[in-house]
């Protein structure tokens, strides 16, 4: 499912318009993004929690020419699926 498709199916099961749904989801996408970006946590209880990790700086190899190269530490973005979640999927 892409995000069009998302829509199409929350403006249907919400019974709103396909503009108003577009909106609502874009606000979501945005305020997580958002939240996350000022390493915060979003909790959605039954769905999961979005989060930030830490990748550590390591050693790495260029596989075309074998030279070791310094990858730099990063953060990463996290995503826990919630137990309802989990359960829905193992389920199917």
Known sequence: ????????????????????????VDAVIQTVTETVVNDETVQLIGFGTFGTGKRAARAGRNPQTGETLQIAA???????????????????
């Open 74 to 92: 990063a953060k990463t973005v996290k995503f826990t699926a919630g137990k309802a979640f989990k359960d829905s999927v193992n389920k199917a």
């Open 1 to 24: 499912m892409n995000k069009q498709e998302l829509i199409d199916t929350v403006a249907a099961e919400a019974g709103v318009g396909k503009l108003a749904a577009q909106e609502l």
